[in-house]
């Protein structure tokens, strides 16, 4: 089955960015100019009813954002309906035995940290995929803003989903929920991402089935920690002619000595 990538509409542009009136200094001069900026909402998940995280995110792809987050936050297994109430994302699904908490947290704070199972996948990839994906870790949010992460999903070797957001976790919840929503197969995608991989980033796309996650930035000791454990190809530091492979690199074909 072919898939159509979901990219930001216009419409959801409008959505996503505001203008504001700044002063800006440039080579001895200083005026008064319009410039763009990212909005920023507080939204509120809710699973079965219970409210389960408090969000503050870009005001657009709020369905996937609920979807993805329950999942990689371990809250959920398969998704049943996810419907909008304003800024409140109601999602139906059937929760994981032992997991539903309340968590409060902004777009760039911690996650549970909770691994819900190691990721079991037969995907290999090549080495010029690493650079493919991340040659698509392009956001026009970005680009008009300059205030905004992306990520992106790949699956058979094709993008298939791209978010943009002024958090890092919500732009991997979006990707994951347009992929949940869309009937992807999680464990044959591979997640690309412009921020660093610190542990909690690890184990969401773990807890989703993904195998491969690939960064322009770093990871940590305890980002490695949890990919080892959890099965996932964590690869970083993504430049033009190299990469590194933090953990389990026999997903990664042609690789010289291996």
């Given amino acids: 089955m072919v898939y159509v990538h979901r990219m930001m509409s216009n419409e959801d542009l409008t959505h996503a960015i505001a203008t504001v009136r700044c002063g800006v200094y440039h080579r001895g001069s200083f005026e008064e100019v319009e410039q763009e900026t990212c909005r920023e909402e507080i939204v509120v998940i809710s699973l079965n009813g219970r409210p389960v995280s408090t969000l503050v995110a870009t005001p657009v792809e709020l369905r996937e954002l609920g979807a993805g987050y329950v999942v990689s936050e371990g809250l959920a297994g398969k998704i049943e309906e996810v419907s909008l109430e304003g800024l409140n994302i109601l999602v139906r699904a059937s929760e994981r035995s032992g997991s539903l908490r309340s968590i409060i947290e902004s777009c760039g704070g911690p996650t549970s940290g909770t691994l819900a199972s190691e990721v079991k996948s037969s995907l290999v ?47 991997v ?29 690890v184990i969401k796309a773990a807890n989703a089935g993904i195998p491969i996650v690939i960064s322009k930035a770093a990871t940590t000791r305890q980002g490695v920690e949890a990919a080892v454990k959890a099965g996932v190809t964590l690869v970083g530091r993504v430049k033009q002619d190299s990469f590194c492979v933090y953990s389990h690199p026999e997903r990664i074909a042609g690789l010289p000595g291996r």
Avoid: Y
């Avoid at 040659?135 to 298939?160: D, K, P, Q």
């Avoid at 869309?182 to 995608?189: A, M, P, V």
């Fill in 125 to 171: 990839i090549s080495r010029d995929l690493v650079f493919t994906v991340i040659s698509h870790i392009v956001s026009e949010l970005w680009e008009r803003t300059g205030g905004a992460h992306c990520s992106v999903l790949f699956s058979g070797g094709n993008l298939v989903a791209k978010s943009s957001d002024i958090g890092r976790h919500n732009t």
């Fill in 173 to 201: 919840d979006k990707v994951i929920g347009h992929a949940l929503l869309s009937g992807i197969d999680l464990s044959q995608c591979v997640l690309g991402c412009t921020g660093r991989q610190p542990s909690g980033m």
